[in-house]
C-alpha cells in the first residue's frame, strides 16, 4: 500500500522528473561562462586560425622555395620532382600564399651552396625529411584548428607525408 495521502503519485513524479530533465538539459548545454563572452571566444578562434593558416602558407612557401633550389641544383631531378614542386605550391595557395607559376629548373633562382654541393641523393633525402617534419607539424596543429582549417590541414599532412614516401622511395 502506498505511503501517500491518497493522490495519484504517476502525474506528480512526471512533472519532477521532466523538470530535473529540462534543468540538467539546460545546464548541460552551458559551459558556465557568460553568454557575453562568446563573441570575445569567436574572435580568438578566428586570430588562432588565422594563426594557423599564415604559418602554413610561410611553411608550404618555404618548402617550396626548397624545392626550386633543389631543382635549379639537379636539374636531372626535374620529372621526379617537378610534379611534388607543384602540389606543394597548390598547398601554398590553399593557405593563402601568393600563388608562383611552375618555373623550369633553369628559371628557378640561383641555388644556395649548400643545395649545390649536395649530391641528388642527399637532395631528396632533404626533401623528404622537410616534407616529413612540415606533415608532423601540421598534424600537430590539428588539434587547435577550427574544423574546416583542420581538414585541409590534415589533407595537406597527408599529402606531404606521401611526398616523403615517394622521395625515399628507389
Given at each position: 500500500m502506498p505511503l501517500t495521502?491518497?493522490?495519484p503519485a504517476g502525474p506528480r513524479r512526471r512533472s519532477l522528473l521532466a523538470s530535473v530533465g529540462g534543468a540538467?538539459?539546460?545546464?548541460?548545454?552551458?559551459?558556465g561562462e557568460d553568454p557575453a563572452s562568446d563573441g570575445a571566444r569567436g574572435a580568438r578562434?578566428?586570430?588562432a586560425a588565422q594563426r594557423i593558416k599564415a604559418r602554413a602558407a610561410r611553411?608550404?612557401?618555404d618548402l617550396l622555395d626548397r624545392?626550386?633550389?633543389?631543382?635549379?641544383?639537379h636539374?636531372?631531378?626535374?620529372a621526379r620532382l617537378g610534379p611534388l614542386r607543384d602540389e606543394v605550391a597548390r598547398h601554398a595557395k590553399s593557405f593563402g600564399a601568393a600563388a608562383r607559376p611552375a618555373a623550369p629548373a633553369s628559371a628557378s633562382p640561383s641555388p644556395s651552396p649548400s643545395a649545390s654541393a649536395a649530391s641528388e641523393k642527399d637532395t631528396v633525402r632533404a626533401l623528404a625529411t622537410a616534407e616529413r617534419e612540415l606533415a608532423d607539424r601540421r598534424a600537430a596543429a590539428l588539434v587547435d584548428a577550427p574544423a574546416e582549417l583542420?581538414?585541409?590541414?590534415?589533407?595537406v599532412?597527408?599529402?606531404?607525408a606521401g611526398h616523403a614516401y615517394l622521395l625515399t622511395k628507389d
Open positions: 495521502n491518497g493522490a540538467a538539459l539546460l545546464t548541460g548545454c552551458s559551459d578562434s578566428v586570430s611553411d608550404s612557401g624545392y626550386e633550389a633543389a631543382l635549379a641544383a636539374p636531372a631531378l626535374a583542420a581538414r585541409l590541414l590534415a589533407s599532412a597527408a599529402a606531404g
